[in-house]
């Protein structure tokens, strides 16, 4: 039901708002919220557990795009770099649809699923700590969080990687086919491109940890008190 329900939202909620003009990037942000929320919630109803994850994965998300931006300003990356510019062009001139932000987009929904991941990841194992220990106290189950979150991040980060590269393979085996020299694949487009989404997308997964370790402890003892 979940991967139905993504699949609605890209068709009936992305699409449509990028080609009313909104941009790509707040597009991709509001529609992966709403999959991240509605997943979650799918799977472990309207909890506690569920709000840290979701609250997680929004920052997680926001991070990955912002490292993004900021590698694709000082590499000079964006969307207009891209293999099939001259069919987006084409189609940006004729609808409302932001061509440059595209790619940052893509990182976006490309990290989702990582960052989504390691959300509930910490947040399962710190709500089962607290259900059968409540005695523990939020910054015990804060370092307790932190401590299942890191030995998910550096194999999280992996996927991700071998993810981008297995999604790239034909440009990489080109590449090697035909011995480029390693400043000029270290300095084309499609090379850096995938290097800007591994590192987004591992910087979003890692700085999930401690944001999700601190709502998973905080949220259970703030809301039960209330």
């Not at 069919?87 to 929904?109: K, Y």
């Not at 905080?218 to 008190?225: F, V």
Request: proline fraction near 3%; charge should be negative.
């Amino acid at each position: 039901i979940a991967l139905i329900f993504s699949f609605i939202c890209f068709v009936f909620v992305f699409f449509p708002m990028i080609m009313k003009g909104t941009s790509p990037s707040i597009a991709a942000i509001f529609t992966a919220t709403v999959v991240t929320a509605m997943t979650i919630c799918l799977i472990n109803g309207f909890t506690i557990k569920a709000l840290s994850a979701i609250l997680a994965t929004f920052c997680g998300l926001l991070i990955a795009g912002l490292t993004a931006d900021i590698f694709g300003h000082f590499t000079s990356l964006s969307g207009y770099n891209v293999s099939n510019i001259e069919s987006l062009l084409f189609v940006g001139q004729n609808t409302l649809i932001d061509v440059g932000q595209l790619l940052f987009a893509g990182v976006l929904f490309a990290s989702l699923g990582a960052v989504m991941d390691i959300a509930m990841d910490v947040s399962s194992a710190v709500q089962e700590l607290h259900v059968k220990n409540p005695a523990l106290t939020p910054k015990e189950l804060f370092k307790s969080g932190m401590n299942v979150g890191r030995d998910i991040m550096g194999t999280m980060s992996t996927t991700l990687i071998l993810a981008f590269f297995g999604g790239s393979l034909g440009v990489w085996v080109l590449d090697y086919v035909y011995d480029l020299p390693y400043l000029q694949l270290i300095n084309s487009n499609s090379i850096g491109i995938e290097i800007m989404q591994g590192i987004s997308g591992s910087f979003g997964v890692i700085l999930t940890v401690p944001i999700v370790a601190l709502f998973s402890a905080w949220l259970p003892h703030y809301l039960e008190k209330k």
